[in-house]
């Protein structure tokens, strides 16, 4: 069972394009959603996250909005450039009793930014 | 500089050969833990530990063990490793603060 849902699987986008990415979910304990970047060869490192007390939050030119009652979020990234190319996940986390820590990844999109 | 190390990188082995995968983290982070990484399937969670000689199973830990005996090391064993766990694995630890993970730089293991 999947419990996030990414798409797009890849995506090919124009420099200066947007890029948008999305995920659904399902389960409502989820309490933290972040994204990771991962460039080829390397391990996936955070990019940005947000909490579900919020509807959008940015860090520069990538940006996460956020719906509740939907149980979707998505990454968007403005004026997207060659060096954006990698592999984006999402994730939802759910922090158990106990303390204990539960992420679920998106299967991941491969994002290509053609110069 | 804050970083999670993982060995070997790369590996090639065969079927039934007992193989570890070393991680080890500089961040004095509690909780740490493994995922393979499959074409298509994403990150699956193998094994977390919140702590010392705490260890739990994630969503795929079939034909793995772990064990974490200090708080910087959490060792991954493939006591006999078979051509279905031909994967990338990624060893990564959390900041307890921030809840970020870090994640060391993938071990590709290729069973034959």
């Known amino acids: 069972q999947q419990q996030v849902k990414q798409s797009p699987q890849s995506l090919i986008v124009q420099k200066g394009g947007i890029s948008i990415i999305n995920c659904a979910y399902e389960n409502t304990a989820f309490d933290y959603f972040p994204w990771y970047q991962q460039f080829p060869g390397k391990g996936p490192a955070l990019l940005i996250a947000?909490?579900?007390?919020?509807s959008e939050k940015k860090e520069g030119r990538f940006t996460i909005s956020f719906n509740k009652s939907a149980k979707q979020f998505s990454l968007h990234i403005m004026d997207s450039q060659p060096g954006d190319s990698a592999t984006y996940f999402c994730a939802a986390i759910y922090h158990a009793s106990g303390g204990s820590y539960i992420p679920t990844f998106g299967r991941g999109t491969s994002l290509i930014v053609h110069p | 500089e804050a970083q999670v190390t993982q060995n070997p990188r790369y590996l090639i082995t065969v079927t039934g050969k007992k193989l570890t995968v070393t991680c080890s983290q500089n961040m004095n982070h509690e909780y740490m833990s493994w995922y393979r990484q499959d074409p298509g399937l994403g990150l699956r969670q193998i094994y977390y530990s919140m702590n010392v000689e705490v260890t739990d199973k994630g969503d795929v830990p079939e034909g793995y063990k772990v064990s974490r005996k200090e708080k910087r090391n959490f060792p991954l064993i493939l006591e006999s490793p078979s051509p279905n766990q031909t994967s990338l694995y990624f060893c990564a630890s959390r900041s307890k603060n921030t809840g970020e993970l870090f994640f060391g730089e993938g071990s590709r293991l290729t069973v034959l």
């Open positions: 947000i909490r579900p007390d919020v």
